[in-house]
């Protein structure tokens, strides 16, 4: 038996004319979502990327300095080579062990600290 069988029927599944720009715009819509989120996503990147670099010398302040202990550091030389001025040295030296989770005073050959940098 013959699937179609007249002109009209063969043509009654196709989309109509309101159905293809219907679909055209739903398309249309979806790409300009698109468009709008990525858009938004990159300047929302840059503003924080900007934002971040004003901030930088506030911020200073927080991040250590890496050094690597020699042969021959202590702590003692190392606090009093990098402390500001006016702060006692046993002080400074509480501050490196805080910020490197040490509960002794005893430092290797090879082994990385953050120092903290404070202004003078």
């Known amino acids: 038996m013959l699937k179609y069988s007249s002109y009209q ?3 009654m599944n196709r989309p109509t004319d309101v159905n293809r720009v219907s679909l055209l715009r739903s398309k249309l819509f979806q790409v300009l979502a ?5 858009l938004s996503l990159t300047s929302f990147g840059l503003m924080s990327a900007f934002a971040a670099s004003s901030n930088g010398s506030e911020q200073n302040a927080n991040i250590p300095l890496q050094i690597v202990v020699a042969s021959g550091d202590t702590l003692w030389t190392i606090a009093k080579e990098h402390k500001p001025k006016q702060m ?3 002080d ?8 490197n989770d040490k509960r002794n005073s005893s430092i290797q050959a090879g082994e990385v600290l953050q120092i903290p940098i404070l202004a003078d």
């Open 88 to 90: 006692d040295t046993r």
């Open 34 to 38: 698109v468009i709008t989120i990525a």
């Open 9 to 11: 029927s063969i043509h």
């Open 92 to 99: 400074y030296i509480e501050m490196i062990k805080k910020w």
